[in-house]
């Protein structure tokens, strides 16, 4: 149970309130709850309760009481030799909870870890939810109690306030004070907190009026002038005021941009950041041209009221490595602005910043270091004294700064689509209405760069009557990079921005930075593709990727495979490779994307295929239309891989490539490969008509080559798709024919694969018998030959037997063990199948929750695949689920889309079963008329299969 007097009396019982409402009752509870653990007598209790007028029956009564408690499920109430006692074992009570807390906040304080102890103060805290014991009778034992929770709330709380103060956030502080000044305004302790926070967090006018607000209180109601600590502060702030008066304020802030769009979300990191921690040094960082200076800049104009003592600006320069300001040029402007006179100024950098720290004291300025190159130039320029921000901007990330400050890096990123398109409105005007398309294009020619932005918009600006698509059509001509740029300023262009950036690396950085240009595709890459392209091992790769990351010329995320992958800026890949086809040898960087393309075919992880599944689709490409060998290659080495997890109408598109590289460079064995895996591509997406087409393409290569293995695995292939058709007599003429040749070839992993798909069309013609014979000589190969793919195919079909000779915990088995073989390899088809059977054995054994969740999670991986036949089977199974649970809606809904599915891929036999399970649904609604013509529909494609519906 659950005790609460920090607020209203409450008991809480597993959650719930106890209700407790007759007033007596509520006072006896507060008042066993004050002694808890201690024997209360009755005659304290008697006086407590009714003071100097006791019923007659007053004994009576308080036990009637105490029982009335009992039965509200107070436990620990006990009777004592004279009186009663209230244990609080295996109970709770927020006032011990409180003061428990309270105590450990406080020691975390007195420790120096005062992040921990705000929030452990704020947690205490937390607890009160009004006045202690708000809504009890007035009784002593109550009312002293109630004065030392009260009490204790409010030290508790100034100690939270003293410990904000300590980590600079005065301005929340401030807030928090004024909510408790309402509950207590005559508590001098709390004006004082409320006008040093003021004070501190650049607010000294309204500390002033603060004070005023006091003494009033404290006159009107007290008849009292404020306390030596209120007129202490008084003091101070009026004679800092004086002072300021006599200081000059330096205003070097350069003008906002016009037009300033977007970044909403890093303003106000920002701005919250400025409010509660000014002894953080805040770096903003990315690429270049990513708008560090205009957003810094335009923060600082919208908070410059919050530091009345001025805002230093200085452009450091740092990506000019021949033009930067050193630290020591940098204060010498500094403390001029700050009023120290010229003859004062010392001319070494130690002792100016000495003088610039000591100027800055007991000051609010702000301080903009923009661009700046490294932590060693930015170390010297920081405020050392609380109530100044530092903010600076880099290409650099400046990770140094954290061995001696408290940082916090606001990372700006491309802006979004809209932020992109309200900035070129704003630049260019109304016309934009009028090509909203034309805008959105330009956004994404512009990369969502907001220099590339600007430019943009400034040309266009610039010239009022030419059409935003006529530019977007030029730039798309000349080649973005070269034309992105402002005639009359050199400087304004995108390509003068990275030559910054590029020039500033060192030889070996700007020879990774190119080869990253060369990449086909231009998509994210890990360390062991560019250690492959510059010919080095992963670890000097990742030492050139950190100085590329470190300069904002990449970023990096995480990958499904855990291995950091890094990403390019559209713009930026532009200028690599421009920079690469103006430095290196055309021998160096064929060889360097070469290297690229053999790495590519070494991968043999599922999930890094994942990750690098759209540059090997752009590798190929490149390849094919290169005429490089690894055009068929590629596919071919990859291609087991491809058929666990990947997207198959990109895998249908890899092998077409190869098929065609291949035939053109007469390479005929490779493109019999080619075809047949093109073939088991389309079958998976249902185009069985054109799989059946490459197979037996594959087919004649392999006959003409007198190639056994591939011709029986080229029949193999065509007798799959002849039963995925519903060709059920063909399909078994195939197969057997396919197993003899791979059985004379002692190929044992194949034939195990091809007695595996004669079980299923065994099965498909009710000869289970036969079927199970066929699955457990292939099971028993698959185990021989440790092929874990095709023992998880086999245990499924076992599985689905079991299930239909309702021995549904046997069947359940097979298919989790199917499940675990699958997730093992990778496989995201199999992984599918496996749960799409759970689900419907569950749905047999009545597990119809459980049952759902498991087809939803096939359907989707179905979907996310591409596989076409898998998705019409799982929503047909939906279909059955949810008429089976009376949501007759989502059944029809789902039926109907099985049916566009399975026809529309030519699956005959899925497409017969969803007729007549459809069919019985509607006679199960009564729509006779319905009903009839689906099962008709079904009874023809069965007949025209030669198989019983």
Not at 99 to 121: C, M, Q, Y
Not at 649 to 656: I, P, Q, S
Not at 763 to 771: K, P, S, W
Not at 889 to 899: F, G, P, S, V
Request: charged share 25%.
């Amino acid at each position: 149970m659950e005790f609460r007097i920090l607020g209203a009396l409450e008991l809480w019982q597993d959650g719930s309130r106890v209700p407790l409402t007759a007033p007596k009752q509520r006072a006896l509870m507060a008042i066993l709850l004050i002694r808890a653990g201690r024997t209360v007598s009755v005659e304290r209790l008697v006086d407590e309760l009714w003071g100097t007028a006791p019923p007659a029956s007053v004994e009576s009564t308080l036990h009637s009481l105490i029982s009335r408690l009992r039965g509200k499920g107070v436990a620990g109430l006990v009777r004592e030799p004279g009186g009663y006692r209230l244990g609080l074992e295996g109970t709770t009570l927020d006032a011990q909870d409180f003061e428990r807390l309270a105590s450990l906040a406080r020691k975390l304080a007195e420790a120096g870890h005062l992040e921990h102890a705000v929030r452990g103060f704020q947690e205490a805290l937390g607890l009160w939810r009004a006045g202690a014991l708000a809504d009890m009778p007035e009784s002593p034992l109550i009312a002293a109690e109630r004065l030392r929770l009260d009490g204790l709330r409010l030290a508790v709380f100034e100690e939270y306030a003293d410990t904000l103060g300590r980590l600079g956030r005065h301005a929340l502080i401030a807030g928090e004070v004024r909510g408790l000044l309402a509950e207590h305004p005559l508590r001098e302790s709390l004006w004082s907190r409320l006008i040093s926070a003021l004070d501190r967090s650049g607010q000294p006018r309204e500390a002033l009026a603060a004070y005023d607000e006091a003494r009033r209180v404290l006159a009107e109601e007290l008849g009292l002038d404020p306390g030596p600590e209120l007129r202490r502060l008084q003091a101070g702030i009026l004679q800092r005021e004086e002072e300021r008066g006599n200081t000059p304020v330096p205003r070097q802030l350069p003008p906002d941009l016009a037009g300033f769009a977007g970044r909403g979300a890093a303003l106000r990191e920002l701005t919250a950041l400025a409010e509660t921690r000014t002894d953080v040094v805040a770096v903003i960082s990315g690429m270049p041209g990513v708008g560090k200076s205009a957003f810094a800049v335009h923060w600082a104009h919208r908070m410059a009221e919050c530091f009345p003592d001025g805002q230093l600006f200085i452009d450091l320069r740092g990506h000019r490595p021949d033009g930067a300001i050193t630290s020591r040029e940098a204060l010498d402007r500094f403390v001029r602005a700050l009023g120290l006179p010229p003859d004062q100024v010392p001319t070494g950098q130690d002792e100016l910043a000495a003088a610039y720290r000591r100027l800055l004291a007991d000051r609010r300025v702000l301080v903009l270091l923009d661009n700046a190159a490294d932590s060693a130039q930015v170390q010297p320029l920081l405020p050392g004294t609380e109530g100044c921000l530092a903010l600076v901007t880099s290409r650099s990330r400046l990770s140094g700064l954290a061995l001696h400050h408290a940082t916090r890096t606001v990372d700006l990123d491309i802006m979004t689509a809209a932020e992109a398109a309200a900035l070129l409105s704003a630049v260019i005007g109304p016309r934009c209405e009028s090509e909203s398309g034309a805008v959105a294009e330009l956004a994404r020619q512009c990369g969502h760069l907001p220099l590339a932005l600007r430019i943009a918009a400034a040309h266009l600006a610039d010239h009022p009557h030419r059409r935003i698509g006529t530019y977007v059509a030029d730039l798309t001509e000349r080649g973005r990079l070269g034309a992105l740029h402002l005639g009359d300023a050199p400087s304004a262009a995108v390509s003068a921005t990275f030559d910054l950036s590029y020039r500033a690396l060192a030889e070996a950085d700007r020879i990774a930075f190119r080869r990253l240009g060369l990449i086909p595709g231009g998509g994210g890459f890990t360390a062991r593709a560019l250690a492959a392209m510059l010919d080095v091992s992963a670890a000097e790769a990742r030492a050139r990727l950190d100085a590329l990351r470190a300069g904002s010329l990449i970023h990096t995320r995480g990958s499904q495979s855990y291995e950091e992958r890094h990403h390019l800026h559209d713009l930026l890949f532009d200028y690599a490779r421009h920079r690469a086809e103006t430095e290196d040898d055309g021998a160096v960087r064929e060889q360097a994307v070469r290297r690229l393309l053999e790495w590519y075919r070494t991968i043999d992880d599922p999930l890094v295929l994942q990750d690098e599944y759209e540059n090997v689709l752009a590798a190929t490409r490149h390849a094919a239309a290169h005429d490089l060998d690894a055009a068929w290659r590629l596919p071919a080495a990859l291609a087991p891989l491809l058929r666990l997890r990947h997207c198959l109408d990109g895998t249908a598109e890899l092998h077409a490539l190869a098929a065609g590289a291949a035939e053109r460079a007469g390479e005929h064995l490779q493109a019999a490969v080619a075809h047949n895996n093109l073939g088991a591509t389309l079958a998976y997406l249902g185009r069985y008509p054109e799989a059946l087409t490459e197979h037996r393409s594959a087919l004649e290569i392999y006959r003409r080559l007198a190639d056994p293995v591939g011709t029986g695995t080229a029949l193999r292939s065509i007798g799959t798709v002849s039963w995925l058709l519903g060709r059920y007599d063909a399909a078994l003429t195939e197969l057997r024919e396919a197993r003899h040749i791979l059985e004379d070839a002692g190929e044992d992993a194949a034939v195990g694969q091809t007695l595996n798909l004669l079980g299923i069309v065994l099965r498909y013609l009710g000869r289970t018998d036969e079927a199970v014979a066929h699955y457990e000589r292939a099971l028993a190969i698959h185990r021989r030959t440790n092929d874990a793919h095709g023992e998880a195919n086999t245990l499924n079909n076992l599985g689905v037997v079991l299930d239909i000779r309702g021995r549904h915990a046997e069947a359940l088995e097979h298919y989790h063990r199917a499940l675990e073989l699958r997730r093992s390899t990778g496989s995201r088809k199999g992984e599918a199948r496996a749960l799409n059977n759970i689900g419907l054995t569950e749905i047999k054994l009545g597990r119809h929750e459980s049952a759902l969740g498991h087809l939803l999670s096939a359907l989707a991986i179905h979907r996310e695949t591409g596989d076409a036949r898998g998705e019409g089977q799982v929503v047909n199974d939906l279909a059955g689920l949810y008429h089976l649970l009376g949501r007759e809606q989502d059944a029809l809904a789902h039926y109907a889309m099985a049916l566009r599915i399975r026809s529309g891929i030519g699956d005959r036999r899925g497409l017969a079963d969803t007729h007549k399970e459809l069919g019985e649904a509607y006679n199960d609604l009564g729509d006779g008329a319905a009903a009839a013509h689906h099962l008709a529909a079904a009874e023809q494609i069965f007949k025209e299969l030669g198989v019983t519906g």
